[in-house]
Every structure is written in C-alpha cells, then in structure tokens.
C-alpha cells in the first residue's frame, strides 16, 4: 500500500484570533481568543473545531518566546497556564512550537539572508540565514527617548503618533535593523503593515496567511538555531 502524507495541523495563536488549518483543508478555521483564553480553552476549542480531521502532527505559532518547543513566557494578551502545559499530550501527537513571528517568517523567507518583521500589537522578529531560523525578541530593546522599538512602531505607537509619524518610524527602525544585522531584505508582516504607503528600501510585505505555509515547513526539517 503507498504511504500516506502526514496530516500537519497548523495553530496560529493570536491575541484577537486562534487561526487553524491543516493539510486537507483551503480555508482556515478562526476561533476568538483574547485575555480570557487560557491555554485549557484553546486546546478544547481547537478539538471542537478539528472533529474529524486525523491530524498526525501540529504545529503551532506561540505569541511569545519559544525554547525547544517550550514556552519561555506566559502570553501577554492571553489568559495563563502555557507554560506548564504538555502540548504533545494535550494533542496526543508530536507538537512542534515556535514564535509566531518566527513560524511567518518561515512561510516568508525565500532564501539568503532575511530578517522579518511582525508590526501588529507589538513588533514580532525572527531571523533566518541560509535557511537557519533564529527567533529573536528585539521588541523591547531601547529606541529612543527611554521607550522600546515596541514603543514606536507596534500598536500604541501608531495610537500615540498617529499613521504619519508611526510610517516615518517604521522606516527608521527597518533600515536600522537591515543594517546592523547586515541582511539581504526585510519582510514585513502583522496586520499594520497593510497601513504603510511605500515600503523602506529593501524591504516587501509579506502576507499573514505566510504563518500556515511556515507551519508546514516546521515538519520540512528546516533548521533551527
């Protein structure tokens, strides 16, 4: 009998949205999540969602850093228990887990050098180079004037500056970043990214549902720093 394909589920986990697909299916599924989801609730309301689908493996885009599979922080706009969670039980498959940025990055990345860039709530980041991921939490280093690069150019930096300075922003902390870490091109995901008029030298948007394409390859033994 010919082997049979692996059916990956892919969990992308937002702070507005839980998005599912897996291998058999064209349209994701999206489920409300937000401060009240504990990690119980979007277990169970993913099981509900998925009935039937025979999925032999998952993986899943976490909103916070990542260490081997594992959740180093508690999500910032999610209810709690993530960290003590046994994902590969709760599933009762292999789970594979990374940044959220970095599995978009993943979908995104096509080759060389490539930093990407998340601009939604906060500012996601990952880094791959020749086809090595290194997720990377720059979000919180120090801008300008005692605030982060989250600061300026995630949400609360658009509602406080408004699109026009939030755009001239963007753009100094993209060329910044291209330069420091001495990459070939920026891609730009997150929903905001939608809200800049032209795009930096060196930089292209990339596109949300990147996130599942990145899922699948999770299971592609992609290397990882």
Same mark, same amino acid.
């Given at each position: 009998? +010919?082997?049979?394909? $692996?059916? %990956? ?5 937002? #702070?507005? /949205? ?16 937000? &401060? #009240? ?5 979007? %277990? !169970? ?17 976490? &909103?916070? $850093?990542?260490?081997?599979?594992? &959740?180093?922080?508690? +999500? =910032?706009?999610?209810?709690? #228990? ?27 990345? *096509?080759?060389? =050098? ?9 500012? #996601?980041?990952?880094?791959?180079? *020749? ?16 605030? !982060? ?9 658009? *509602? ?7 755009? @001239? ?8 970043? @291209? ?20 795009? +930096? ?6 596109? /949300? ?13 992609? +290397?990882?720093?």
């Amino acid at each position: 009998m +010919p082997k049979q394909s $692996p059916n %990956i589920l892919v969990i992308d986990v937002g #702070g507005t /949205n839980v998005k599912l697909i897996d291998s058999h299916h064209e349209e994701p599924v999206k489920i409300p999540s937000g &401060p #009240g989801m504990t990690v119980q609730l979007m %277990i !169970t309301a993913v099981k509900e969602a998925t009935a039937g689908w025979k999925y032999t493996g998952v993986a899943i885009g976490y &909103p916070g $850093p990542v260490l081997r599979c594992k &959740p180093m922080a508690e +999500p =910032r706009n999610l209810g709690g #228990g993530w960290m003590e969670c046994n994902f590969s039980k709760a599933f009762g498959c292999e789970v594979r887990m990374v940044n959220d940025a970095a599995m978009q990055a993943l979908g995104s990345y *096509e080759g060389g =050098r490539m930093l990407f860039l998340g601009l939604g709530t906060g500012l #996601g980041s990952a880094l791959i180079v *020749e086809g090595v991921l290194a997720p990377m939490e720059l979000a919180h280093l120090p801008y300008r004037k005692g605030k !982060t690069y989250e600061d300026y150019v995630g949400a609360r930096g658009l *509602e406080r500056l408004g699109k026009g300075r939030w755009r @001239r922003h963007v753009a100094v902390v993209i060329g910044q970043l @291209r330069h420091a870490i001495q990459v070939e091109y920026v891609v730009l995901g997150g929903g905001n990214a939608k809200l800049l008029n032209e795009l +930096p030298e060196g930089a292209r948007l990339g596109s /949300n549902t990147n996130a599942f394409k990145g899922g699948f390859r999770l299971w592609n033994e992609l +290397p990882q720093a």
